[in-house]
């Protein structure tokens, strides 16, 4: 058998099934297919602020990806938006809001609404991307 030597035709067949999976979903996006779904590699959303009450007003905090990466919008002033991704720093578990800020429900560790760890699991802050607005449009645009 060329290429595998010493393997058996089940372990050949078996592995190449393998790979031929891995290249559909690869050529499938692993079966997302919501528009607005961080793309690999990188992260780039636009989100319609009015879709979101919670982001109305100030302190307000929604997570606005339900596909991909989870990425939460913390309404930081009247016009000022930040976006924090909800994988939790220490296991990458995904977090929850509450109303403060957020909590992780494995083991704990809660952030504030700047992303700061603040109690539970220590661990480090979450990583935070960089937020554009486009106030005519109602739009935010969060890249990485
Ligand atoms: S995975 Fe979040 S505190 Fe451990």
Redesign the pocket.
């Known amino acids: 058998m060329s290429g595998c030597n010493s393997c058996s035709r089940r372990d050949f067949v078996a592995t190449g099934t393998l790979a031929a999976v891995g290249a559909f979903l690869a050529a499938c996006g692993g079966g997302d297919s919501n528009p607005t779904a961080p793309a690999p590699g990188g992260v780039t959303v636009t989100v319609t602020l009015a879709s979101f009450p919670a982001l109305a007003t100030v302190g307000g905090i929604a997570r606005v990806t339900t596909t991909g990466t989870p990425i939460a919008v913390v309404r930081s002033g009247p016009a000022s938006y930040r976006a924090f991704s909800m994988v939790?720093p220490?296991?990458?578990?995904t977090?929850g809001i509450t109303a403060t800020g957020f909590r992780?429900p494995?083991?704990?560790?809660t952030f504030n609404a700047n992303g700061g760890w603040i109690g539970?699991?220590n661990?480090s802050g979450l990583v935070e991307f960089t937020v554009t607005s486009n106030a005519t449009a109602g739009t935010i645009t969060i890249t990485s």
């Open positions: 939790c220490h296991q990458g578990t977090i992780c494995n083991h704990g560790a539970g699991q661990t």
